[in-house]
């Protein structure tokens, strides 16, 4: 039941941007329909936090959503999921409409699910995203022998052979922090490949052709970071199809996938296996995305770094400093191991899932 005096904001996106409806406690607008482009997450992070030092609000987000909680969070702004079973069907390339999401918070609060810092959008699903990994492994398998996913690279090399191992960034392009992390790379002539988000690269190109101009891979890492097992087959194609497109605007465009948060179904894998997409999973992840301090995170990648292994890293999602900070660390203490740096595209092929 809705709480007297707070204020509802359902963010919907669509293939332009963001929209924002706001609803009171009685279900009445606040504001009009509110819209920010693809590349204004700062201006609505600022309007919503405007509204709430007004009166309290919730922000209401779908599954589908996956690039606001690492801006809207440490905001301080209190950010709900609403999960496919409690809303209307999505369009082809969207989430639903703003109000909707507005009015399922306030209709009742209580059967959303508050994003922390810590779980992201997929607070509260992590054992169905768990079953979804385990449920799909013979999928997996058969696609990484067929040499169209991969884990990592291989582990034993001939004598005299320097190990290998792939950087890879997610949910960019975000300036400043893509900016300074391809200014690292370049600085030690380090190649690495980005997975882009559709709504990120539509919103920076100038970015995007910085990376391929500099011999970076690139990937595709759908249109709004969605959880792939909540979208229909039609849906994730529109995704896959937008971003490539997107990309493709600022470069000769992506070759490979990466699934957000790793998610996954046999489903999800089977089209996309008959689509033809290479997927590139990772063995280290540090978790940057949680901002635990630069030398924690350079510390994980250089004591879990192996032959073959791809470092899941992040330019995007949110504050990144961190990241930025750690990459010196963490290429200079591969450096120092013996490694030499590739792009992930170069380990596919080599691995199981």
Avoid at 51 to 78: E, Q, Y
Avoid at 304 to 330: C, Y
């Amino acid at each position: 039941m809705a709480e007297p005096g707070r204020r509802y904001a359902g963010i919907a996106w669509t293939a332009a941007g963001f929209e924002v409806a706001v609803l009171d406690s009685a279900g009445r607008p606040v504001r009009p329909l509110a819209r920010f482009g693809a590349g204004q997450r700062a201006g609505l992070t600022r309007y919503l936090t405007g509204l709430a030092a007004d009166a309290p609000l919730v922000a209401v987000v779908d599954s589908t959503n996956g690039v606001l909680d690492g801006t809207l969070v440490p905001a301080g702004l209190p950010v709900y999921r609403a999960d496919p079973w409690l809303l209307p069907g999505r369009p082809l390339l969207g989430s639903v409409p703003a109000q909707d999401l507005a009015e399922a918070g306030r209709r009742d609060l209580a059967a959303l699910c508050r994003l922390t810092p810590q779980g992201g959008t997929l607070t509260g699903r992590g054992a169905e995203h768990r079953a979804g990994v385990t449920g799909s492994r013979a999928e997996a398998t058969a696609l990484a022998a067929a040499g169209r996913l991969a884990r990592h690279g291989p582990r034993a090399l001939p004598a005299g052979t320097a190990p290998e191992v792939a950087l890879t960034f997610d949910d960019g392009p975000n300036p400043p922090y893509t900016g300074q992390i391809l200014d690292i790379l370049a600085r030690y002539q380090v190649p690495a490949t980005f997975f882009c988000v559709g709504l990120q690269a539509r919103a920076h190109p100038a970015d995007v052709a910085r990376m391929a101009a500099a011999g970076h891979g690139l990937g595709n890492h759908t249109w709004s970071h969605p959880f792939l097992p909540d979208l229909s087959r039609a849906q994730l194609t529109e995704q896959l199809d937008r971003t490539d497109e997107a990309i493709a605007a600022a470069s000769a465009g992506p070759v490979l996938f990466r699934p957000p948060y790793g998610s996954r179904s046999p489903d999800v894998l089977r089209w996309l296996g008959e689509r033809g997409t290479p997927i590139v999973l990772w063995d280290v992840d540090p978790s940057d995305w949680a901002r635990p301090g630069a030398a924690l995170i350079a510390g994980r990648v250089l004591m879990r770094a192996r032959p073959g292994t791809i470092i899941l890293m992040h330019d995007g999602g949110g504050d990144r400093s961190q990241t930025v900070a750690a990459l010196p660390l963490v290429i200079e203490g591969l450096l120092d191991r013996g490694f030499r740096f590739t792009r992930a595209g170069a380990l596919l092929g080599h691995s199981g899932p």
